[in-house]
């Protein structure tokens, strides 16, 4: 079961998504307390420098697709 922390910030990609998709088309993200902790091309490599980052393990990580990627 996700921690709370992780649902409110899925549920911030989810609300600012648009904006997100204008600035990281095609890359995955990591966010963490409404903020974008990490971006990149691995989702792996997303999430472990954030991890390192934030200090917290349960991290939400996203593609943020312009629709190119998946159809």
Not at 14 to 21: E, P, T, V
Not at 28 to 43: C, E, P
Request: aromatic residues 10%; hydrophobic residues 40%.
């Amino acid at each position: 079961m996700p921690s709370k922390q992780y649902t409110r910030d899925a549920h911030w990609i989810a609300k600012n998504y648009g904006r997100l998709s204008r600035k990281y088309a095609n890359k995955w993200i990591a966010v963490h307390k409404n903020r974008v902790v990490a971006i990149g091309d691995d989702s792996g490599v997303v999430k472990a420098q954030a991890q390192q980052k934030s200090g917290y393990l349960d991290i939400p990580v996203q593609l943020i697709d312009d629709a190119t990627v998946i159809y």
